[in-house]
């Protein structure tokens, strides 16, 4: 699918349930509100039969430069200490693994947002538990690349869709979740990024650190 001025969650095909019947919600939704400081809304989305697909939302009060800077002082999200990042991956991941083990479904995140006070970053899973094990990372080059793609602090980001692919690697996803290099590789490749100066959508390669032309495309599950 390819990238539009209306915006990326106007795209998902997908119907959300705000209360699944799925145990533990209210404590997992009330510790991730402790870790984030925000307003959590968790819904299930019906893309899947026989499991628990979460798509999250997290209403932080904050602009996305407060947040990036809290988040490199270590005092935002509540993340797990280095030496664990590559064992649970995140704070979110261990919220996560205790959910699983209240309940007999899979459970699966399959979006997580945040909505700041003046953009929106928004997540989708690619590979099975793929959100949940690449957050810090992903959080991390948000704040490495941040003063890239602003332009240094002068251009407004309103919307940042992750990740974002070239056509034919799409093709390749079904067998990737068994390459931990692929799938690292997958969330900090392409971002589509909405500034309010553009008529649409533009992509920002990572490796580069600048914006590339050509037609990628969403993950649409």
Known sequence: ???????????????????????????????????????????????????????????CPLVLGELLFHLEKGNWGNEVSKENIGRNGSSLAQRVSELRMENEI???????????????????????????????????ALGKHYIHFSKGLNKAVYEIFIPVFEEEFTKKLPKADTDPEILQQTYLRYWGLYFDSEEDAVIYDLSRRSFISGDLHMLNH
């Not at 533990?24 to 809304?41: A, H, M, P, T």
């Not at 019906?46 to 979460?54: H, R």
């Not at 997540?123 to 959100?131: D, H, V």
């Open 1 to 59: 699918m390819t990238m539009q001025r209306n915006g990326f969650k106007k795209n998902l095909n997908i119907r959300l349930d705000e209360n699944p019947p799925i145990n533990g919600l209210d404590n997992f939704k009330r510790n991730l509100e402790k870790d984030f400081y925000s307003k959590v809304l968790v819904r299930s989305c019906s893309c899947t039969d026989g499991g628990g697909n979460l798509v999250i939302s997290v209403e």
């Open 106 to 140: 899979a459970i699966e995140i399959e979006e997580l947002n945040f909505q700041l006070k003046d953009s929106t970053l928004v997540i989708k899973r690619i590979f099975p538990q793929s959100i949940e094990k690449e957050l810090h990372q992903i959080l991390e």
